[in-house]
């Protein structure tokens, strides 16, 4: 019971240490002590779990990275999904420094990174604990530096009192490249099975390829530069993934399916049961389906039409059945457009009555009899019709589909569009679309798009690509500020080591 008060404490104390900069002598030495007198695994486990808000949660960071694109927005439909503007000023560009997604995802971050140090520097964790810290720590702040740019950073926890120093840009990427290369030969080895819910060698490397394909990025967000060095690094890391026996799915959507722990293309995921590392991928699937659906969803969150068109039919990515979900509730994995159909093929109804026929036209504020079926939906993870809370899929943060593209990127960015080409084709081949003849950059980051849709990752995608600020559906062209997010308030009042990013 003394083990679990502690740990209890513990917890609390992370969820509050960054918004307080003035702390007494006994609160530090009770954070102090904690580290070293909890067990490492359970320190290691806050760590795992403070990753699962941000990440799996259908606002928070999540929201920052998809709803700002042009793949996905938060239309308000009547009275339901308002919330104040949130997910309105998300897609339009049009957020300020009080936004509560960003306020929230931004201190959560810290949170998840503080939580890793505190494994690091505890004095009773193993070398492959503070390895597997490592990275999750990496993980939170790579979040926070694509985010926002200004990373609040404790090297020292035996001082808190003191104010964290700020690392930025790519003085942060170097940072963070060096630290996970030195764990990098500490953590396990990736295999299929419960090491995909665990840092391992394969998770790290994904990191690595991150912040190798992105650093010149975050040199100069406006005008970035792809050194080659850093190009060959992601060739070279994607390789040893390849080495080491990670592999595409034959089936695109088995590795988001129940049985996903035992992915040959899984690199690493949260566990989704609930207590153990935050939320499940049922907020996947909530926040798009309708209440009538199977099962019933929270009628929320649609795809744009001009990203729909991307598609070509027949691509797997596109639309397709799925064995325990389609035959259980009528629905395909991929895009629900149109008239929508139960498991015997009759035809549903919305709330009022009206065909539930998603349509392809969808306003950030929808009026009118038909405002619950606007907008064409998303199914990517097939729900779990066994177990359906907790559910037996894991969430993906790294997958092997997404490291081969990205090993493609570098080398077009070399120069080798026929090598990239060869690349992208043999992505394309698993969902059966039709090999591309040719490769340019608009055609990567469409291909981009098609491959790695809701999955978190079309932000950071867009910014590298020079196409964030662009005009799309439901919104105008954007300003340069909107390239980073702003620091929210309630940290620039406590921590005067940060300034409120250019523009804002």
């Not at 909890?38 to 999540?62: K, V």
């Not at 420094?97 to 998840?112: I, T």
Request: proline share 4%; with cysteine; net charge neutral.
């Amino acid at each position: 019971m003394k083990l679990i008060t502690r740990f209890l404490m513990a917890s609390l104390l992370l969820v509050g240490i960054f918004s307080c900069t003035k702390l007494d002598e006994k609160f530090r030495d009770s954070v102090t002590n904690l580290k070293t007198e909890i067990a490492a695994a359970d320190l290691l486990q806050t760590a795992y779990n403070s990753l699962g808000t941000p990440f799996a949660d259908q606002s928070r960071f999540f929201a920052a990275q998809e709803h700002t694109s042009d793949e996905m927005l938060g239309p308000t439909r009547g009275p339901d999904w308002d919330d104040n503007g949130v997910w309105r000023v998300l897609h339009s560009h049009n957020w300020n420094a009080d936004h509560g997604f960003l306020r929230d995802g931004y201190r959560e971050l810290l949170q998840a990174q503080f939580a890793g140090t505190v494994v690091i520097q505890a004095g009773n964790a193993s070398a492959q604990q503070k390895a597997e810290a490592t990275f999750t720590r990496a993980l939170a702040m790579f979040a926070t530096l694509d985010a926002y740019d200004q990373v609040p950073f404790r090297s020292d926890l035996t001082n808190l009192a003191a104010l964290p120093e700020t690392k930025k840009g790519q003085a942060c990427a170097d940072f963070l490249i060096s630290d996970l290369e030195a764990a990098l030969p500490n953590l396990p080895d990736w295999s299929t099975g419960p090491n995909t819910i665990k840092a391992n060698k394969n998770a790290a490397r994904a990191l690595l390829i991150k912040l190798y394909l992105n650093r010149g990025v975050y040199a100069n967000r406006a005008a970035p530069t792809f050194a080659a060095a850093d190009m060959d690094k992601v060739v070279s890391l994607a390789d040893q993934i390849t080495a080491s026996g990670a592999a595409l799915e034959t089936f695109y959507y088995d590795v988001f399916g129940y049985n996903n722990l035992n992915s040959k293309e899984l690199l690493y995921g949260l566990e989704s049961s609930p207590g153990v590392r935050g939320f499940g991928v049922q907020h996947r699937y909530y926040m798009t389906l309708h209440y009538n659906s199977k099962p019933s969803g929270w009628n929320g969150f649609a795809t744009l039409s001009d990203f729909y068109n991307k598609f070509q039919d027949g691509d797997d990515r596109k639309k397709a059945s799925y064995p325990g979900m389609t035959d259980v509730s009528g629905q395909n994995v991929g895009f629900l457009r149109g008239q929508q159909k139960n498991a015997a093929g009759v035809e549903l109804n919305d709330r009022k009555g009206n065909k539930l026929a998603f349509t392809d036209e969808v306003h950030l504020k929808e009026t009118g009899t038909n405002l619950e079926i606007t907008g064409i939906r998303v199914l990517k993870y097939p729900p779990d019709y066994v177990k359906e809370f907790p559910t037996r899929a894991q969430y993906v943060i790294f997958r092997y589909g997404d490291v081969l593209q990205e090993k493609a990127e570098a080398l077009f960015r070399k120069g080798d569009a026929a090598g990239a080409l060869t690349i992208i084709n043999q992505v394309r081949a698993r969902s059966h679309a039709p090999a591309l003849a040719t490769l340019d950059a608009n055609a990567l980051i469409d291909e981009r798009g098609r491959e790695m849709y809701w999955e978190g990752w079309r932000r950071n995608d867009l910014v590298r690509f020079g196409k964030f600020l662009d005009a799309w559906q439901e919104k105008a062209q954007s300003g340069p500020e909107r390239l980073l997010f702003t620091i929210p308030n309630e940290q620039l009042a406590v921590n005067p080591n940060l300034t409120q990013n250019p523009g804002y």
